[in-house]
T-cell receptor, first 113, second 111 residues
Framework: EPEVTQTPSHQVTQMGQEVILRCVPISNHLYFYWYRQILGQKVEFLVSFYNNEISEKSEIFDDQFSVERPDGSNFTLKIRSTKLEDSAMYFC???????????FGDGTRLSIL | RKEVEQDPGPFNVPEGATVAFNCTYSNSASQSFFWYRQDCRKEPKLLMSVYSSGNEDGRFTAQLNRASQYISLLIRDSKLSDSATYLCVVTLSGSARQLTFGSGTQLTVLP
């Protein structure tokens, strides 16, 4: 069964540094998403992406964050000037269209020191 | 008021038991409804979509009551492998692509 893959599985970064989290969505999917889950809390929507542009974003997704689809397969989340409170699991998801269920990757655990 | 509210549990049930989870949502214009399951420190995995007419998938039955803004999940003949956190998920009107998650209900099935 096709799946969403994410790399790295765990990223440890010093506060203030930039990180790039990578995702390869399912190949025939057109919509891509990033979510995060702070330890012990619920999953929170960050951003959705379609046709090479952001279609929706939450209040969490401020100027510190950006997304990109640099080629035909990768979908990245960049976090600039990381803060301690950015420590969380970051999940990438994709769906065939906006009405189909979203399938999640197994996440990147981001630890900011 | 939380957008999606669930009883956090934990629910500890013996193998073979029937267990029911409830969820309420605050936005009456919510469009789509799902149950996901999440194992400890893993990604959410879609369990089933929830339709107004109710739907069943094997041992799992989901119900939606739009008038009461209430969603339920029933698990029959529970297995050890059903132990997980069950997440109630909705999409809000105008944000069809943005999933809004409840905090989840933790289930442990005991041998």
């Amino acid at each position: 069964e096709p799946e969403v893959t994410q790399t790295p599985s765990h990223q440890v970064t010093q506060m203030g540094q930039e990180v790039i989290l990578r995702c390869v969505p399912i190949s025939n999917h057109l919509y891509f998403y990033w979510y995060r889950q702070i330890l012990g809390q619920k999953v929170e929507f960050l951003v959705s992406f379609y046709n090479n542009e952001i279609s929706e974003k939450s209040e969490i997704f401020d100027d510190q964050f950006s997304v990109e689809r640099p080629d035909g397969s990768n979908f990245t989340l960049k976090i600039r000037s990381t803060k301690l409170e950015d420590s969380a699991m970051y999940f990438c998801a994709s769906s065939q269209n906006s009405n189909q269920p979203q399938h999640f990757g197994d996440g990147t655990r981001l630890s900011i020191l | 008021r939380k957008e999606v509210e669930q009883d956090p549990g934990p629910f500890n049930v013996p193998e073979g038991a029937t267990v029911a989870f409830n969820c309420t949502y605050s936005n009456s214009a919510s469009q789509s409804f799902f149950w996901y399951r999440q194992d400890c420190r893993k990604e959410p995995k879609l369990l089933m979509s929830v339709y107004s007419s109710g739907n069943e998938d094997g041992r799992f039955t989901a119900q939606l009551n739009r008038a009461s803004q209430y969603i339920s999940l029933l698990i029959r003949d529970s297995k050890l492998s059903d132990s997980a956190t069950y997440l109630c998920v909705v999409t809000l009107s105008g944000s069809a692509r943005q999933l809004t998650f409840g905090s989840g209900t933790q289930l442990t099935v005991l041998p």
